[in-house]
């Protein structure tokens, strides 16, 4: 499937799978270099998150934990207010080795938000990884994917309206 219909909008195959997987188990190295011995707390920003996250756990040596928190801002095709929710404490992350994993940082409005949040819990360091990155917030991941041009995409855990999340490729639309 290349092309994807829906409503008056047409999708069209733009990053694969398989160099998805391959870009994951190259971060995945990456940060086993840099923990190297200490353990991760990894915080997934449901619900794009997880096909992403899921495949950079897969190739990681480090000893972890997961925890999310669910965060929304779009509606349609635009950002908007928003809304927030989390039961992690200090007691969870003081001290902590903490990476934030989204699918995709656009405004960069969500991440901000979700790490000032984090901040006030004290951990000991912070970093951010990304599947996607738009070159307004390329500055805001540690760790990115791929920098895509500035249009929706869907597919990999990111969806419009609900749908799309799973469909094992990411598309961009076109029109
Ligand atoms: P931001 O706050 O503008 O950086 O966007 C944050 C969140 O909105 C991302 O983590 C996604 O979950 C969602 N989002 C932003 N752009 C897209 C897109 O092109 N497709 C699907 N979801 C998106
Ligand atoms: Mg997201």
């Not at 409503?7 to 160099?19: A, P, R, S, T």
């Amino acid at each position: 499937m290349n092309k994807i219909k829906y409503k008056d909008f047409i999708f069209e195959k733009y990053i694969l799978n398989k160099d998805i997987t391959n870009r994951s188990k190259l971060i995945a190295q990456d940060i086993n270099n840099e923990y190297d011995g200490e353990s991760i707390i990894f915080v997934g920003l449901l619900k794009g998150c997880l096909p992403f996250m899921s495949s950079i756990l897969e190739s990681l040596d480090c000893k972890y934990t997961s925890c999310f928190i669910t965060v929304s801002s779009y509606k349609g095709f635009k950002s908007g207010k928003i809304n927030f929710e989390s039961d992690l404490t200090k007691k969870d992350v003081y001290n902590r080795n903490i990476i934030i994993v989204d699918d995709i940082i656009d405004t960069g409005k969500s991440i901000k938000y979700v790490k000032d949040y984090l901040e006030k819990l004290k951990p000991k360091k912070i970093k951010i990884a990304s599947l996607l990155v738009k070159d307004r917030s390329l500055k805001l991941s540690d760790w990115f994917g791929f920098k895509i041009s500035d249009e929706f995409v869907i597919g990999y855990g990111m969806d419009l309206d609900d749908k799309f999340r799973d469909l094992e490729d990411i598309y961009i639309r076109k029109a």
